[in-house]
């Protein structure tokens, strides 16, 4: 059985501020692994994706995500956030999507 | 053309009508996808169609039945819904089953 744990349902975070959003999964074949994000009152945007090669992949608006293998592990990262990154982010694995509970994040100015 | 439309936007249907949800893309994608979301939930998957057959079923109720009348379009036929049905309804397509999908606005149904 496949599933997708996202360990912080809401983060709150001023701006400037670092951002790691935790994502864990199982999963007994290969993987695919992606990020969405949700806009408050838009539809789901991918962020980024891993299929293969380097475990280190780079999306939009400045977030990247690191595949650890060993600890299943998909985890988002942002340097520095911005009130325009309050959204609810999606953890997602496999071909059809399956996707985590997600996570609010909160960005005060 | 690079975008995913689903008509309508909202949706109020009572218990006993037929209504159906629309869903288009014109990106020469060959697989298309029916979510179900709750309010603060994830999206749940509902269907798949691959090259216009349905190739995945989650266990959906027989109340929804898709449609895959082309490669452009997805429909989601509803009839004799409960109000636990009301929730935004996602369309996704992927250049094949496995691809990176493209989601369209939903529609927000309401089943009074």
């Known amino acids: 059985a496949q599933s997708v744990s996202q360990h912080n349902h809401h983060v709150i975070l001023s701006e400037a501020a670092s951002l790691e959003l935790g994502c864990n999964y199982s999963?007994?074949?290969?993987?695919?692994l992606f990020w969405y994000v949700q806009y408050p009152g838009q539809h789901l945007q991918l962020l980024l994706k891993?299929?293969?090669?380097?475990?280190l992949v780079k999306g939009i608006k400045g977030f990247e995500a690191e595949f650890i293998k060993s600890k299943f592990s998909f985890n988002l990262r942002k340097p520095s956030v911005q009130w325009s990154d309050t959204a609810e982010y999606f953890c997602?694995?496999?071909?059809?999507?399956?996707f985590g509970t997600g996570t609010r994040l909160t960005v005060i100015p | 053309d690079t975008e995913v439309t689903q008509t309508p936007k909202h949706l109020v249907m009572g218990m006993t009508n037929k209504k159906s949800l629309k869903c288009e893309q014109h990106?020469?994608?060959?697989?298309m996808y029916w979510y179900k979301q709750k309010a603060k939930k994830p999206p749940e998957l509902m269907f798949v169609?691959?090259?216009?057959?349905?190739?995945i079923n989650e266990s959906v109720p027989s109340r929804f039945s898709p449609e895959c009348p082309n490669s452009s379009l997805l429909n989601l036929h509803l009839h004799a819904l409960q109000p636990e049905d009301s929730a935004l309804y996602l369309c996704?397509?992927?250049?094949?089953?496995?691809?990176?999908?493209?989601f369209g606005p939903g529609t927000r149904l309401l089943v009074l």
């Open positions: 996704a397509s992927s250049l094949s089953k496995g691809e990176t999908q493209y």
């Open positions: 997602a694995v496999t071909n059809n999507l399956f």
């Open positions: 990106m020469g994608h060959r697989a």
């Open positions: 999963y007994g074949g290969t993987v695919n």
């Open positions: 891993y299929f293969s090669g380097d475990p």
């Open positions: 169609y691959s090259y216009e057959k349905l190739s």
